[in-house]
């Protein structure tokens, strides 16, 4: 299961990539002790951090929640223009698929590792705050363990496409 994961991760490189730097931005900004910065490794851990495990539920939920917001929002602003084009329009050229793979990209690496998501679940239960935000963050990083997270984001991009087509 984690060659399929490091697979994904390499498939979807920008997102990664993204995402490792967002993690190192995260425990630099909130004075986590980094273990080893790589982001790109063939195991469980590629597009993370390995750090100092999590014992305040803050510095857990911003280095959870606060890379999955930007990593959401990055990936729709890329996701839905590149998704309308080659969907909808059946534009295949070179600038409409590479907005598409940079949010699918985006969107398949946007949830924490387990590891992270587990510290968070668990700071939060025992702090009794931020439980439903938790079990999505641990939700996903399941998904994203078993590599289904690359699935899941081809299928946002056809319904942010069929969104976005009924708007406009």
């Keep these: 299961m984690a060659k399929i994961y490091a ?18 931005v995260g425990c630099r900004r909130r004075k986590i002790p980094v273990e080893d910065n790589r982001c790109l490794r063939f195991n469980e851990m590629c597009s993370h951090i ?13 280095l959870c929640v606060a890379p999955f917001i930007v990593t959401a929002f990055m990936g729709i602003f890329f996701m ?8 909808f329009v059946g534009d295949y050229s070179v600038f409409s698929l590479f907005f598409l793979w940079i949010g699918i990209s985006l969107w398949t690496n946007m949830f924490p590792s387990m590891e992270n998501a587990m ?13 439903i935000l938790s079990k999505l963050m641990l939700s996903g990083a399941k998904l ?16 942010v496409a069929s969104i976005f087509a009924m708007i406009l």
């Design 119 to 131: 510290y968070y679940s668990q700071l939060a239960e025992e702090s009794g705050k931020g439980k």
């Design 7 to 24: 697979i994904t991760r390499y498939l979807t490189i920008i997102g990664a990539v993204f995402r490792g730097w967002l993690e190192q």
């Design 144 to 159: 994203e363990s078993t590599g289904l997270t690359l699935v899941t984001s081809v299928l946002a991009a056809y319904l």
């Design 50 to 62: 390995e750090h100092e495990q999590l014992y305040d539920r803050k510095k857990a939920a911003g």
């Design 80 to 87: 839905a223009p590149g998704a309308l084009m080659t969907i």
